[in-house]
């Protein structure tokens, strides 16, 4: 166990319905990201907060996905309209502020659309 | 060109032999380098990180470092079955604070 913690860790939903993914990282960490992993690939870069500000986001992230940090604490992943493409792994990291440090992933949380 | 690149294997090795993992990276500047192991229907889990050109060793471990060439590799000693995962190498591109993946390498250990 990292110390960051991930919910649900697995989640089916009908295509077209909304989902929300939650993402509590080390308390201590100021950087947090979120990445969507498929079978075969590797962890892909959605986007990433440092405290409350959400400082880069993939370009391949569609309208249909918005992430929150309200307070700079835990994080959310929203996904609107699901289609089956999004079926993955998201996972979530958190990383202390100085740059050159691991990052520490929850344990992911899977989405099946179907 | 990706940004990551690594050959997606499978690599097979017997147990006990030597396994090597390679990545290349396409930014020049990028200043941190990580490998992370990951289990089937698991998390990332970080191996060894690496900032400096050459090698650091870590138990039976070894990171190695060439920026000229761009490339890293991953070295594991007295290979085990409990090995057999997907290698993960992770790079830190200059001018940013993401971690850019390759797709990862399946290693298998043949006990």
């Known amino acids: 166990d990292t110390g960051v913690s991930q919910d649900p860790r697995h989640k089916i939903t009908k295509r077209g319905q909304n989902v929300t993914f939650r993402c509590d990282p080390i308390?201590?960490?100021?950087?947090l990201y979120w990445y969507r992993q498929t079978l075969g690939q590797g962890p892909e870069f959605l986007t990433y907060?440092?405290?409350?500000?959400?400082?880069?986001k993939s370009r391949l992230l569609s309208d249909r996905f918005s992430a929150e940090r309200p307070k700079g604490s835990f994080s959310t992943l929203e996904i609107q309209r699901t289609e089956q493409g999004d079926s993955a792994m998201y996972l979530c990291?958190?990383?202390?502020?100085?740059?050159?440090?691991?990052?520490?992933f929850g344990q992911g949380t899977r989405l099946t659309v179907v | 060109q990706k940004e990551v690149e690594q050959n997606s294997g499978p690599l097979s090795v017997p147990e006990g032999a030597i396994a090597s993992l390679n990545c290349t990276y396409s930014d020049r500047g990028s200043q941190s380098f990580f490998w992370y192991r990951q289990y089937s229907g698991k998390s990332p889990e970080l191996i060894m990180f690496?900032?400096?050109?050459g090698d650091k060793e870590d138990g039976r471990f070894t990171a190695q470092l060439n920026k000229a060439s761009q490339y890293v590799s991953l070295l594991i000693r007295d290979s085990q079955p409990s090995d057999s995962a997907t290698y993960l190498c992770a790079v830190n591109p200059s001018g940013t604070y993401k971690y850019i993946f390759g797709t990862g390498t399946r290693l298998k250990v043949l006990a």
């Open positions: 990291a958190s990383i202390p502020v100085s740059l050159n440090t691991e990052a520490f």
């Open positions: 690496i900032y400096s050109n």
């Open positions: 308390s201590e960490h100021n950087r």
């Open positions: 907060f440092q405290n409350e500000a959400q400082l880069e």
